[in-house]
């Protein structure tokens, strides 16, 4: 079984800090593309940063200067460093994972349950 879990959601005032983490555990082939989506209600999920297996990354425009995504590929976990959050940073941050589980197989997509992050005006 493939397992991602996140963590390092939580309530901060604007213009503070927290970091996101997300550990993917089980039969793991190969790792590509890892990212972070949020969700507000209301509102469309949204990609906020992706890296991929090279380091290259990108990010939504509203988050850029603010958030790093960075990752360790030996402990299979990747990192949301968010600083100077604001009120519309609020909703649920979803952890996204593109992998292989074994040689000839397809890639697939595998999504954490998701970790709330709100920031108070």
């Known amino acids: 079984q493939v397992q991602l879990v996140e963590s390092g959601g939580g309530l901060v005032q604007a213009g503070g800090s927290l970091r996101l983490s997300c550990a993917v555990s089980?039969?793991?082939?190969?790792?590509?593309?890892m990212g972070w989506y949020r969700q507000a209600p209301g509102k469309q999920r949204e990609l906020v940063a992706a890296i991929r297996s090279g380091g290259s990354t990108n990010y939504a425009d509203s988050v850029k200067g603010r958030f790093t995504i960075s990752r360790d590929n030996a402990k299979s976990t990747v990192y949301q460093q968010m600083n100077s959050l604001k009120p519309e940073d609020t909703g649920v941050y979803y952890c996204k994972v593109d992998m292989s589980v074994a040689v000839g197989y397809y890639a697939l997509d595998y999504w954490g349950k998701g970790t709330l992050v709100t920031v108070s005006a």
């Open positions: 089980g039969s793991i082939f190969s790792i590509n593309a």
